[in-house]
């Protein structure tokens, strides 16, 4: 199997100085408040045990790509072998900083020249929960992944306007029909459980309506990537330009979709991860933790939490109890 690397983002929002930063742009672009809240770059003090999770289950891993608008955190060792510090002035183009757009950090990735053909993207909220091993996220050199057609619902204060200008693109190029009867062996699996029921129903619809979206880290082909910048590279500066997410952009889902939709994924059954939304009652996630019931998990930062000072003491306290060794990330 050829190197997989990881690729983290991941930003000090206690930095004082981009916070002015930060505060003189939101000002001169007009952000929009719903999709850039400060739940989107409040930090959890988290990342250590993000790293600590990765030296314990994918000692495999290749290098781990840790990229940052400059600021690194007091602990992270820029020593270690495995750690490739990348700052956004690294890969992004110079006229689009600074930026404060996850999807335009993410969108760049394929512009690193040393990242591996196979790569996993994570956000700081993704973390490696039980042991992994590189099949988990690639097969004979393929993305591992579930294909799953799923109708976008849309919801207020959410990313759906962006999820569906990805279904806009991938529309152009693809219709379900197609894509189903040339994989079907991909898209028809018992594994998918109650989700395969969904392939069934989208039957009697040409147009591509959504996709199954785990939320979970997403293993990708750089040069799938490539190609999908290239082949929509109006669509991709367009949100380039875009300091703070906006509605009318993309996020780099669409090249997932792309894959999923050329068929050059293997199937996964979707019990590989989970994904959460904190609140105040957090026992299934810290449950979920101890427990290893699933490899991946996400934990997302959601505008449930009416204490958020007690909510990040309990999942530092689980992870510290999981993860209590430094790793080789730390100094």
């Known amino acids: ?111 690193l020249e040393e990242l591996s053909e196979h790569f996993v993207s994570f956000n700081d909220d993704m973390f490696l929960n039980s042991n992994v091993l590189p099949s988990d996220f690639f097969v004979n050199g393929q993305p591992k992944d579930s294909g799953i057609f799923s109708p976008i619902v849309p919801y207020p204060n959410t990313i759906a306007p962006i999820v569906l200008n990805n279904l806009l693109i991938i529309n152009k190029y693809f219709d379900s029909r197609t894509v189903l009867k040339k994989y079907y062996k991909k898209y028809f699996r018992l ?47 367009k949100t380039y330009n875009h300091r703070f997410r906006k509605e009318d952009e993309i996020n780099h889902w669409l090249v997932r979709y792309w894959q999923l939709c050329t068929g050059q994924f293997t199937p996964r059954p979707t019990n590989f991860g989970a994904y959460y939304n904190l609140a105040d009652d957090n026992r299934e996630i810290l449950k979920d933790i101890k427990n290893r019931s699933h490899k991946v998990i996400c934990i997302n930062d959601g505008a449930l939490i009416a204490d958020f000072k007690k909510t990040k003491e309990e999942l530092i306290k689980v992870f510290e109890e999981k993860y209590p060794n430094k790793s080789m990330f730390e100094k």
């Open 191 to 237: 594994f998918y459980r109650k989700h395969l029921l969904k392939n069934i129903c989208i039957l009697p619809w040409k147009p591509i309506l959504g996709f199954y979206d785990q939320h979970i880290p997403i293993s990708f082909k750089k040069s799938i990537f490539k190609k999908v910048a290239v082949t929509e590279s109006d669509t991709f500066l």
């Open 1 to 111: 199997m050829e190197n997989i690397d990881f690729v983290v983002t991941w930003v000090d929002n206690n930095d004082s100085n981009w916070r002015k930063v930060k505060d003189y742009y939101a000002e001169q672009c007009g952000m929009n408040a719903d999709m850039n809240s400060d739940a989107r770059y409040r930090d959890w003090e988290l990342m250590k045990y993000w790293f600590r999770a990765v030296e314990k289950h994918a000692p495999w891993v290749n290098k781990v790509y840790f990229i940052t608008e400059s600021h690194v955190p007091k602990w992270i060792n820029l020593d270690c072998k495995k750690l490739v510090h990348v700052k956004h002035s690294d890969y992004i183009n110079s006229k689009n900083l600074p930026t404060f757009n996850s999807n335009v950090i993410e969108l760049n990735v394929h512009n």
